[in-house]
């Protein structure tokens, strides 16, 4: 059993930044970023895999956004530049019992309590 707390959401003007961080409770692989407006569904935000080594980013967030990770620290960084209003949503982080990233949702074991980033236009 993993815990994961998410840390750093808040109130941005669109533009403007924030860095998430997830501290897990013990050791993981394969780490992801979601996020979940209201009347939508969760979706990927990005991926990363157990080394750090590779990452997915989605495409509405390729080029604003890196995620990064610390395994000697236990945890994983969400880096946003150049937000925008719709990537309001809370942000969840999941852990995967697989080495490899992925962004499918289904191959997330434990998630966050997420945290909420609002950016205003």
């Not at 059993?1 to 409770?25: D, K, P, T």
């Not at 945290?115 to 236009?121: E, L």
């Amino acid at each position: 059993q993993v815990q994961l707390v998410e840390s750093g959401g808040g109130l941005v003007q669109a533009g403007g930044s924030l860095r998430l961080s997830c501290a897990a409770s013990g050791r993981t692989n394969a780490m992801g970023w979601f996020r979940q407006a209201p009347g939508k569904e969760r979706e990927i935000v990005a991926s990363i895999n157990w080394s750090g080594y590779s990452t997915y980013l989605d495409d509405s967030v390729l080029g604003r956004f890196t995620i990064s990770r610390n395994n000697a620290k236990k945890t994983v960084d969400l880096q946003m530049n150049v937000l925008k209003p719709e990537d309001t949503a809370v942000y969840y982080c999941a852990a995967s019992p697989q080495g490899s990233y992925s962004y499918r949702i289904n191959d997330y074991v434990y998630w966050g309590q997420g945290t909420q980033v609002t950016v205003s236009s």
